[in-house]
């Protein structure tokens, strides 16, 4: 029985007796409260028999938080319930999906770094190596791409391009040497550039995962077949962009050589899904919650995503608790992630110190505005908490240039234009070294703000009263970790909750940056806390238009918001169709299911 296997076992057994956990498995299930129907498990030690001839039972979980901006990696190992004869322990540990630094406890930069005839790496590290320490040689040969998971938000993409199909959407990639830009480019298909860096995640990820288990004793005894694999995606992603990661993994060949892209072992896990199991493993006061809605707003770097569940039923035990789940409103959110706050910085301060024409020259030098966000104001903005300034060193951003298209006495000059764009004087400039002060840096923070308020606004309204109203909020994600936000975010929840709430509160748990892949590791080992969820999206089937075969009709099958499970009570109560063939030599009947932005619709948009 694979470890997979195993794990769905136990929340079987488990259900079939009643609640009761059987005794050769309660030391280590760490599993109560009789009747419950979902299971989590908590990181503290657990005690069986001692009997050193018998292998240490186990159960991997691998998952990969796949960001806009950055990416992480964690591997879980739990104890296996069903042949548990040795001491374990609930092993977790967060690694950076970097080729070059795996081990350090932190995400990485998402980057893809391909040289053909090379094999593929990943992570900011890595591109910082490789930018620095490469010949002119190969310099030839090597490419990168960054920033294409925004490519797979469909819904934003529509609103500007129209029709989208992520399998015939082509990335171009960046050459390392950027004289090579002018005259040799390199494009290659989104679904190639996801399925390589998921690819190299599951790499490191096993890596890691063996040689914890071969520190432990246990050899090479874990195969990729053995692992629950995870990965993470924004809620408000469509259909299409989650079937088309489907493929990725199974283009990743996290298993092997499964060709099932539908394969239980490997599960996509809604980003502020994840962070709810994890919010609720450290969060302590689950008696006010019983019955009550809650948010969990996950901002990242590119999408600010938020779901909204009831505690229907719960746990406590020691270390973490036990979750039953029921989805109040299908998943929202927008594009407001911490990259609003650079393209900000960019228009907002670094345009008018540096002039239109070495901007242009910037946007045509990618590698140079992304290595001075790696080494510098990444992790400014991370720490940001509303007082500090932010230093812009002249002489480190004109060296990232590889000439002197820009002058420190330009950028110097150019201070003024940034004191009267806005009315600051207080932008000063001592040895090469100009301060940007923190009122101004404040500004480029409401783009990611603005917009998370007013939909905060909007979601709290409706609300109240018809759908119980809402106890409190969690704040999770890359940009929960930044001071200034870990108290902004909690002060405009009070403040649009005093009309409804005044007791309502935002709670930021510990380790906010890694809820999501710290989360997706007990959605792995079981998904079960989610019971009952909402249809996105309406859908329909393609029927013959008999007034007008040249027109789209559709028959709807599922309506937005709808409980999901009650889909098979109802399709058995009242079947669909009765549906025909259009002509008497037809032989076949073709369904395509249609996906609809709407509740009330003439027409489908397109078919998945």
């Known amino acids: 029985m694979s470890a997979h296997e195993k794990a769905r076992a136990l929340a079987r057994d488990f259900q079939n007796n009643g609640g009761n956990v059987p005794n050769k498995i309660l030391a280590n299930a760490k599993i109560f409260q009789p009747g419950a129907k979902s299971i989590q498990l908590v990181p503290e030690p657990c005690y069986t028999n001692d009997h050193s001839d018998e292998t240490w039972p186990h159960i991997p979980v691998i998952s990969i938080d796949l960001g ?85 938000d469909v819904k934003s993409r529509k609103v500007r391009e129209g029709d989208v199909q992520l399998k015939k959407t082509e990335v171009d990639l960046i050459p390392f040497d950027t004289e090579v830009k002018k005259t040799s480019t390199m494009k290659m298909s989104l679904l190639e550039v996801v399925s390589r860096f998921l690819k190299v995640c599951g790499e490191i990820g096993f890596q890691e995962l063996q040689r914890y288990a071969n520190g432990v004793g246990w050899g090479n005894k874990i195969s990729r077949e053995d692992v629950n694999w995870v990965i993470t995606i924004p809620a408000i992603w469509t259909d299409q962009a989650r079937i ?85 409103e299908g998943p929202s959110g927008g594009p407001w992630g911490g990259r609003l706050i650079d393209q900000a910085f960019r228009k907002e301060i670094l345009a008018p110190l540096i002039g239109e024409r070495a901007l242009k020259e910037l946007e045509k030098r990618e590698h140079i505005w992304f290595k001075f966000l790696v080494e510098k104001f990444w992790s400014f903005k991370k720490q940001f908490d509303g007082k500090k300034s932010f230093i812009f060193d002249v002489s480190h951003f004109c060296g ?29 400039q001592r040895s090469g070294r100009i301060t940007i002060p923190p009122e101004l840096i404040v500004k480029m923070f409401l783009p990611v703000l603005q917009p998370l308020r007013a939909h ?153």
């Open 68 to 152: 806009t901006s950055r990416s992480g990696i964690a591997f879980g190992i739990i104890p296996d319930p069903q042949n548990g004869q040795k001491r374990v322990e609930w092993k977790l540990s967060y690694i950076s999906a970097d080729s070059e630094d795996p081990r350090k406890p932190e995400k990485s930069e998402t980057i893809l770094i391909h040289v053909p005839n090379q094999r593929d790496r990943i992570g900011g590290t890595a591109w910082l190596s490789t930018f620095d320490n490469q010949t002119s040689d190969d310099f030839l040969e090597g490419y990168y791409v960054r920033d294409f998971k925004m490519l797979m």
């Open 244 to 328: 088309f990661m489907r493929e990725a993994c199974l283009n990743a060949r996290f298993l092997g050589k499964t060709e099932d892209p539908f394969t239980s072992q490997v599960g996509l896990c809604l980003e502020p899904e994840a962070a709810t199991l994890f919010c609720f493993s450290v969060f302590t006061r689950f008696d006010s919650m019983k019955d009550k809605n809650f948010l969990v707003i996950d901002l990242g770097g590119g999408t600010a995503d938020i779901t909204y569940h009831k505690l229907v039923g719960f746990s406590k035990f020691s270390g973490g608790c036990r979750l039953e789940l029921e989805e109040v």
């Open 400 to 428: 990232l240039f590889d000439d002197s298209f820009i002058t420190k006495e330009e950028i110097i000059r150019n201070i003024k234009n940034l004191q009267d764009k806005h009315n600051c004087q207080q932008i000063i």
């Open 456 to 608: 905060l606004q909007d979601l709290i309204k409706r609300s109240f009263p018809n759908k119980g109203g809402l106890a409190m909020s969690f704040l999770v994600g890359g940009m929960a970790e930044n001071p200034y936000l870990q108290t902004e975010i909690p002060k405009m929840w009070k403040e649009l909750m005093v009309p409804y709430d005044p007791q309502s509160e935002c709670f930021v748990p510990p380790r906010a940056g890694v809820a999501i892949v710290e989360g997706a590791l007990r959605f792995g080992f079981d998904p079960s806390p989610f019971r009952m969820r909402r249809a996105r999206t309406s859908y329909g089937l393609s029927i013959y238009n008999e007034k007008d075969p040249s027109k789209p009709l559709f028959s709807k099958v599922i309506t937005k918001n709808d409980n999901l499970s009650n889909l098979l009570e109802i399709t058995t109560k009242t079947p669909l169709g009765p549906y025909g063939p259009v002509t008497e030599s037809q032989t076949y009947l073709q369904c395509s299911l249609y996906e609809l932005s709407l509740i009330h619709i003439s027409e489908p948009t397109r078919p998945y």
